[in-house]
């Protein structure tokens, strides 16, 4: 089990008989609410229970495909229905203690000629449906699904909340090392975050180290910034010449894609 505490609040995370949930069960996660929420802007109906297909679950998360991808999915699954959390909120004079899942049910429709899931239904907990419904999700970059490393993606993530739309972030090591609820001594994580600075392969973000003091740097404007439009580079020839159609002026390529930037 895994706890955190701080300012008075704490966090328990209770694995089952199949194991904790890992970084890499939360693609799943992940999927889920951005088929929901795909489906809410749309104006389609949505529920707790989400039906879809492994084959489509693996190719949005950037998996190969083959028979280990749907073996794990499933372990993935266990782990997420088995995984328990339990948290302490304190309001008005009040502490409310509370114990919820990630998901409540599973099943697949398997192939029984090669054994691969077919199908796939899940029943969201409520905590996690809410969440959604409430609009407390960030979207990511589809190449988060490419880090191979829990530390990786748990960077981006913090990255990609704290930064907003600022350019930067900056953050003691030390303070970093619970956010990411590391339990490895600080050196390891220092030697850990020097080689991720060099190699700066994050999406998104740059990440920079000094006096132990990390900073997170866009790597390009945030697109739902106002301010962009200021630092928009101009629209050079060789950008016409790239997506110029027949029989376009250079004007004419020039405002199509000045209205595209604009729409963007």
Request: proline letters at 3%; a positive charge.
């Amino acid at each position: 089990m895994l706890v955190y505490e701080k300012n008075g609040n704490t966090i328990k995370i209770k694995p089952s008989y199949t194991g904790l949930a890992t970084i890499f069960d939360k693609d799943i996660l992940l999927y889920l609410a951005s088929a929901l929420i795909s489906a809410k802007n749309s104006g389609g109906g949505i529920s707790k229970t989400v039906r879809f297909t492994t084959y489509d679950y693996i190719v949005s998360t950037n998996k190969a495909l083959g028979g280990m991808q749907y073996k794990q999915f499933q372990e993935g699954l266990e782990r997420l229905k088995g995984t328990v959390i339990n948290t302490n909120i304190k309001t008005n004079g009040q502490e409310i203690t509370e114990e919820f899942g990630l998901i409540d049910k599973w099943k697949t429709v398997k192939d029984d000629d090669n054994g691969k899931v077919l199908a796939v239904e899940v029943v969201l907990s409520d905590w996690f449906y809410n969440s959604i419904i409430g609009n407390a999700v960030l979207s990511i970059d589809r190449d988060y699904f490419r880090l191979r490393k829990p530390i990786e993606r748990r960077l981006y993530e913090l990255a990609r909340k704290h930064c907003g739309n600022q350019m930067t972030w900056k953050i003691k090591l030390d303070n970093l090392q619970g956010k990411l609820g590391a339990i490895s001594p600080l050196r390891k994580l220092r030697f850990s975050m020097k080689e991720i600075a060099e190699t700066n392969h994050l999406p998104e973000y740059n990440i920079s180290m000094e006096d132990d003091v990390v900073m997170f740097t866009r790597k390009e404007p945030p697109k739902d910034n106002k301010s962009v439009t200021l630092l928009v580079k101009p629209i050079s020839k060789k950008d016409i010449e790239k997506v110029a159609r027949p029989g376009e002026t250079y004007d004419q390529v020039a405002d199509r894609l000045k209205k595209l930037r604009a729409s963007l």
